[in-house]
């Protein structure tokens, strides 16, 4: 089966059938990954570019190890190397690596809507690694091929979301995929960050519940993922400060004793320890933040080979 | 004084006989089949029938059956970007456009580089316009100097210099007590004050309309209510001063309710509405389009719906495009960082004959929002065929369909995002005063026609 798009910008444009592909791509690059030589000829002689304008260590990392495990020529160029900060737009910067032909860009930036803006000037596929507050498409793909591994079908599986769903990205990500898979999302945020509208995300309807209090949602879910908390969101004045947030908001030993007994604990990263999500929780046996760390690896690797010229064989 | 320029140094332009049309003026309540005569740049006569014999020698002939002939548009909102920004628009570029959408008078904000607060600046954009204007160009003067929102600006010198109105905007007058003093200025210089309402302490950092698209997009959102705020603090202030005040591109439900109420307790107040703000919605904000970031942003379903209410019931009083062309270099980048506004003088008629289309409005009453009602509230000349009116007319093919082409736009920008859509309506003849400044029909014959 041919994987029906040129370019990942979000999981808005993905159906379940897309999604069960790549998860399962994921599947057999997660074995590789556990050989003891983790490298496959499958994208030699194509050109990976990571063009991350906005920091970011883990998600960079992340692609440029699936890139060279898939055996790609990889290039990275940051936020400080790249020549947006001396002024040049984005768009000359897509018209700049154009010119160089690559395969795949992988692009991260703050402002919603890079993605769009690049791949509609150049003939690489374009995976979004993050674009401000819209999509982070491969992030919510690792979480779901976690969540799959642990729970197996995702349909009528409950998951809860906590933290700042206006700017994040991730949410909006994981909200578009988990209902397409028939997961039901509770999401929860104190009201100063839970944007308006959020519900319409959720594709079919109706599978999404919005609430401000976490204590209402833990006993419910099978899955409770904890965002991280940016201090910036305070002197915008959304929440008066991260003491008060941690207690209301924060997931500590006390409040994930009210988990049902086999539920996982997830976080996006980088983690806010002592803020959204106590240290003790987070290494605590139901934390699965690690593993969701070593599926993004391999589920990059699913893309990059379903995007970058590599054909699927029947 | 742009006329007076214009007349004493411009040839007189022949005489036009607009024969066989469908003449609607509203401001003299007539919708039929007439004759128009223009000499001197003036209407001369309208009438069921203008014989040869009373035609001048040398006149023109526009044959008109099967096309609508109405007063020149005016355009009480247009960023003509001149002095400072050339790169994006100038007097000519923009008045060539006016012209091509059927404005023959245009009001220009004054957010120019140096900004319009004083007399020198409105004196240029007044000679510019004389030298190179193809329609009339009345200049709006800054509420505050620099339109920094801190001090008056010479409100009394730019009235006498010539400006129709007074506005800061692209910026609203935050403080309120300026915003006071600003009112009773404009009260006793008898012209009105123009807001661009928007809290800016609730729509700061907003890039579209706050709701579902907004999140949907991950663009940050400017609450509906940034608008209505504002409208309803000046509201306050129009009631203790009596001025007469004019809310620019109203775009929210909340702020229609509010005009509509203040109108009703006999509040000396006005507003506008943009093509655009009635044709989309925040909707089309989720494709990244820049061209489609406009401020106010495009809103809700429903208040897209309360503005065409708005129209109906008469709260809502005229058209007005704000035609705020910007360059490629501004638009085409990132969604957060383009520059807000769109052109919109040539594609204002055939979006607003949609309403006509659609009910919300008749032909008639599109009209007079586009030539009665916005002369009546600038005082301005024009806006009517009534013989003596100065020689603005425009006569529209309401069948013509055509399809914007950023390739044919005369604006000196693109950005528009209604470049690709199939429109009817179209302005093919335009008259400014006497002169024909925009031509589709081809060369004019000489009326009467020589006897065979
Ligand atoms: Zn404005």
Redesign the pocket.
């Known amino acids: 089966m041919a994987f029906p798009h040129r370019h990942l910008l979000g999981m808005a444009d993905l159906s379940p059938q897309d999604i069960t592909q790549i998860l399962d791509l994921a599947d057999t690059f997660l074995e590789i990954s556990t050989r003891p030589i983790k490298k496959v000829p499958t994208l030699r002689g194509r050109t990976v570019i990571n063009l991350f304008l906005e920091p970011s260590t883990r998600t960079r990392t992340s692609f440029e190890i699936a890139a060279k495990r898939l055996s790609a020529d990889t290039i990275n160029l940051s936020g400080s190397t790249a020549s947006t900060v001396k002024g040049e737009t984005l768009l000359d910067t897509a018209r700049n690596l154009q010119a160089m032909a690559p395969d795949v860009v992988v692009l991260r930036h703050s402002a919603s809507g890079a993605a769009h803006l690049i791949a509609a000037h150049i003939d690489a596929a374009v995976i979004n690694a993050g674009d401000g507050m819209h999509e982070h498409p491969t992030q919510a793909l690792l979480d779901l091929a976690t969540i799959r591994r642990h729970k197996g079908d995702m349909a009528r599986l409950r998951v809860g979301i906590c933290g700042d769903i206006a700017h994040s990205r991730v949410a909006r990500s994981d909200l578009i995929g988990l209902t397409l898979m028939g997961a039901e999302v509770h999401l929860v945020a104190p009201r100063t960050m839970m944007p308006p509208g959020i519900e319409t995300l959720c594709r079919p309807p109706g599978r999404v519940h919005l609430h401000d209090a976490l204590d209402e949602v833990l006993p419910l879910v099978d899955v409770m993922m904890m965002l991280r908390l940016q201090s910036e969101r305070q002197s915008a004045g959304l929440f008066p400060n991260l003491r008060e947030y941690s207690r209301t908001f924060g997931l500590g030993p006390a409040r994930a004793a009210r988990l049902r007994p086999d539920a996982i604990i997830m976080h996006p990263g980088p983690l806010h320890r002592g803020v959204e999500i106590d240290p003790a929780v987070a290494d605590g046996p139901r934390s699965v933040i690690l593993e969701q760390v070593t599926y993004g690896v391999a589920v990059r690797m699913a893309l990059l080979y379903l995007l970058g010229g590599g054909t699927v064989e029947a | 004084m742009n006329d007076e320029i214009r007349q004493s140094e411009g040839s007189v332009p022949p005489p036009l006989l607009i024969r066989g049309g469908r003449v609607i003026d509203p401001a003299a309540g007539l919708d039929g089949c007439a004759d128009v005569l223009l000499a001197g740049g003036r209407v001369v006569a309208v009438s069921p029938h203008i014989s040869d014999g009373q035609v001048p020698p040398g006149a023109r002939l526009v044959r008109a059956s099967g096309l609508v002939v109405c007063p020149g548009f005016i355009d009480l909102h247009v960023h003509l970007r001149e002095p400072g920004h050339e790169y994006k628009e100038d007097i000519a570029s923009g008045t060539r456009a006016a012209a091509a959408g059927g404005f023959t008078t245009v009001c220009c904000m004054p957010n120019t580089t140096p900004p319009n607060d004083c007399r020198a600046v409105t004196e240029l954009v007044l000679r510019r316009a004389a030298e190179v204007g193809v329609v009339r160009v009345r200049p709006i003067g800054a509420i505050s100097q620099g339109l920094r929102g801190e001090a008056l600006a010479e409100m009394a010198e730019l009235k006498e210099a010539g400006v129709v109105a007074f506005s800061d ?2 910026r609203p007058v935050m403080n309120a007590e300026l915003m006071r003093r600003a009112m009773e200025y404009a009260r006793m210089l008898g012209l009105p004050l123009v807001q ?1 309402a928007e809290d800016l302490s609730l729509s700061a950092g907003g890039v579209m309309n706050e709701g579902p698209a907004a999140t949907r997009a991950g663009l940050r959102g400017q609450p509906a209510c940034a608008e209505s705020v504002m409208v309803l603090r000046d509201l306050e202030l129009c009631a203790l001063t009596g001025a007469r005040y004019h809310v ?2 109203i775009s929210t439900a909340a702020s229609v309710r509010a005009v509509r109420e203040a109108k009703r307790a006999g509040l000396p107040v006005s507003c506008e509405v943009t093509p655009h703000h009635l044709t989309l919605t925040d909707a089309a904000c989720c494709s990244y389009d820049t061209a489609t970031k406009v ?1 106010p942003p495009l809103r809700s379903e429903a208040d897209v719906a309360a503005l065409k209410e708005g129209l109906a019931d008469g709260t809502i009083d005229c058209f007005a495009t ?1 035609h705020a062309p910007h360059a490629p270099q501004d638009k085409q980048v990132e969604f957060d960082r383009a520059a807000f506004g769109m052109i919109g003088l040539e594609t204002a008629l055939p979006l607003l004959l949609r309403l006509v289309e659609e009910r919300v409005i008749s032909l008639p009453d599109m009209i007079a929002r586009l030539t009665s009602r916005p002369a009546t509230l600038f005082g301005l000349p024009g806006g009517s065929l009534r013989p003596g009116s100065p020689a603005d007319v425009t006569v529209l093919d309401l069948q013509r369909v055509w399809t914007v082409d950023g390739t044919t736009i005369r604006s000196k920008s693109r950005n528009t995002p209604f470049v690709g859509w199939q429109v009817r309506g179209r302005a093919v003849l335009t008259v400014c005063r006497g002169e024909v400044v925009h031509d589709e029909m081809g060369p004019l014959p000489t009326a009467p026609p020589a006897p065979r």
């Open positions: 905007d692209g661009h620019a591109h401020a704000d």
